[in-house]
């Protein structure tokens, strides 16, 4: 049984008998900013921001996933307490929270806003009883604060600029140490916690600062290319190292025993450094994460250890493992960075196809969560390895050979199964807004047209341009013999298609604006979903209701539609963040899935009878399973 956050209340985390397997995003990046994440102290967890949410990911198993969704706002930085009980997370509001790890409804323990703005970094003390802060405040830019009731334990004055990062150090007698866009670092002693004195050992933004595990030492870097270290106890520089990277250095960690350093740089090379007191740090290895060929989005934003083990996080989201004796990753968790617009299920491979707004496609394995990012020359133009350069709308299969898919760049693209290779592209006719296949016959949508492709969707032979209507999703029979295009003029719109031509066989109306269209898997009724919550089901040739008012629990439009392969159930999926099961075969039969998707449902496909799989604006992409009976 899998647990999610819902809408509902920041302290609700349900949990459905029905959701599967959960998988969430990866890290969310900005280019030219650090993105800090952090390990559990104790088990192979990695917990980072990614859009409203904090993903919680289980590096042996990258598919194990929990999502916390407590955050109304874009989050920043999240970070397990010492003892691992707790989590601190923090959003661009300024509003920090810390809700428990190790109790399954995950309740909140304090919410607060330390200063008025964006939190950039997090820290705990040894002993899991403060907090301390930083970011963009006015005129505060830090502040350290009991964990459970947000009370001042000390005074974070000395910068002029917002702070970028902070840490304590771990053992009494506690310290502070705090970096800044203003080019210094500040050392805080206490409790209660004063300034102590500032350092101007950089000459650009100190990007980050960590301390040793055994408090014996600080290290800052910057993106000056520098590493400083400073005294663990008085805070002042002790040696350093100038030029260690070719470009900004953005994160740095140290090693459990305090005996070496990561740092990640914009240079996309992750290094480690050997400590030796007195001396300053040494190279002894360099990993990159590609072989060849290396692109913006292979700058390496964060350095971490988890388990004893490497790990960083590249501009692109990817999130890389590495041995310690080898150059290059040994294994690279992949996934969606943004809200997830469209899935297409390859049920003979165990395959699902998914792609967002930001225009990444991947490939996921439906049986190990596991994703690989799909690629192309496009690809390559883009930070984040996007195949399109705008939202991508719609997946189609074509030929099972081909995956067809469009985006708001208003190109189509072809990418081969076998290799995830994208390989070449067609001009839509505007900007696209569906796209559906039947063995080799293909149905665009887009702007005022609905064209007819085949030979893989290269080659354009007909359909109708400039019509009277605007359509927004399309259907096809599995024989590819005729097609349902749902408009903008309340009316679904079938045709018959022959050689490339289209003649109109019914006009189905609704009661608002069609947005969503399935056919049976018998092909012999078609449904429909509209922008007034209703799903409706008509039979193909006399086009009378099958089912008409009666599936109308949804309380928002409703975004897709999907038949079950066995035809005997129909799954609806709505901005309402519900999805309804309704059974075909007993029309007053229906099984709700509440929350499903925070922000609503985007997508809907079946990977089997009894497996379904959505997305939706949360960036996730949920599995879930049903048994006979589980409809009534």
């Known amino acids: 049984m899998a647990a999610f956050g819902s809408s509902v209340g920041a302290n609700s985390f349900l949990s459905s008998p029905f959701l599967e397997k959960s998988i969430g995003p990866n890290p969310q990046t900005t280019r030219g900013a650090t993105t800090h994440v952090y ?15 904090i993903v919680v990911k289980n590096i042996e198993d ?68 403060k907090l301390l802060a930083v970011g963009e405040g006015n005129p505060l830019f830090a502040k350290v604060f009991t964990w459970d009731s947000g009370n001042s334990a000390g005074e974070l004055v000395g910068h002029t600029k917002r702070v970028l990062s902070g840490a304590f150090k771990p053992q009494r007698p506690f310290r502070i140490m705090t970096c800044s866009e203003d080019m210094r670092t500040v050392f805080y002693s206490g409790p209660p916690f004063k300034y102590t004195h500032s350092n101007p050992s950089h000459s650009n933004f100190v990007n980050c600062l960590r ?25 002042e520089p002790t040696v350093d190292v100038p030029d260690a990277h070719a470009g900004s250095i953005y994160s740095v960690a140290v090693g459990p025993d305090s ?8 240079d996309k090379s992750l290094k480690r450094w050997e400590v030796v007191e007195g001396a300053a740090p040494t190279c002894t290895h360099t990993f990159v994460p590609v072989e060849a060929n290396a692109q913006v989005g292979d700058m390496q934003m964060c350095a971490l250890y988890c388990s004893g083990q490497i790990f960083s996080l590249s501009l692109n989201g990817n999130i890389n493992h590495f041995s310690c004796d080898s150059a290059l990753p040994v294994r690279v968790i992949q996934g969606h960075q943004a809200a997830i617009t469209s899935v297409k299920v390859n049920r003979e491979a165990g395959l699902l196809y998914t792609g967002s707004t930001d225009g990444v496609i991947c490939c996921t394995d439906a049986n190990t969560g596991l994703s690989t990012r799909l690629s192309g020359p496009s690809s390559l133009k883009s930070v984040c390895g996007g195949v399109h350069s705008g939202k991508v709308v719609g997946l189609a299969i074509c030929n099972n050979a081909q995956l067809l898919s469009i985006g708001w760049d208003d190109k189509m693209r072809s990418a081969d199964l076998a290799s995830n290779e994208v390989h070449t592209e067609v001009a839509c006719a505007g900007q696209p807004a569906a796209i559906a296949c039947a063995g080799d016959v293909t149905v665009v949508a887009s702007g005022n047209d609905v064209g007819i492709f085949v030979n893989g969707g290269l080659e354009r032979i ?41 003649t109109e066989v019914t006009a189905i109306e609704t009661r608002s604006c069609v947005t969503a269209v399935a056919y049976h898997t018998n092909n012999n009724v078609l449904a429909i979903g509209d922008k007034g919550r209703q799903v409706e089901v008509y039979e193909r040739g006399s086009w009378n209701a099958v089912v008409r008012g009666k599936w109308v629990f949804h309380t928002s439009q409703v975004t897709s539609l999907a038949w079950s392969p066995d035809g005997n159930f129909l799954a609806s999926g709505s901005v309402d963040a519900n999805i309804f099961l309704w059974d075909f075969n007993n029309p007053a039969a229906k099984l709700q899935l509440p929350f499903a998707h925070t922000g609503g449902v985007l997508g809907l496909d079946w990977i089997s009878d009894d497996r379904l799989v959505s997305v939706g604006n ?6 879930w399973k049903f048994k006979p009976g589980d409809v009534k």
């Open 39 to 53: 390990a559990h102290p104790r088990e192979p967890r990695i917990i980072y921001p990614s859009g409203n949410f």
């Open 62 to 129: 990258p598919s194990d996933c929990f999502v916390y969704k407590g955050h109304s706002q874009p989050t920043t930085v999240a970070k397990f307490s010492p003892n691992g009980f707790w989590v601190a997370s923090a959003d661009v509001s300024g509003m920090v929270r810390v809700w428990a790890w190790d109790n399954p409804e995950h309740l909140t323990k304090l919410e607060t806003f330390p200063f008025a703005g964006e939190v950039k970094d997090l820290d705990w003390d040894g002993e899991s009883k």
């Open 211 to 235: 301390y040793a595990p055994s408090g014996d030492f600080c290290v800052s870097v910057s993106s000056d290319k520098k590493i400083q270290l400073y005294g663990g106890k008085t805070g």
């Open 259 to 266: 005996a070496q350093l990561l740092t990640a740089s914009a």
């Open 462 to 502: 007909g359909g109708l341009s400039n019509l009277p209507y605007q359509p927004t999703c399309v259907a096809l029979v599995s024989d590819g013999s005729e097609v349902a295009v749902g408009g903008d003029d309340n009316k679904t719109h079938v045709y018959s298609v022959a050689d490339g031509a289209l």
């Open 618 to 623: 949360d960036n996730c992409f949920n599995f």
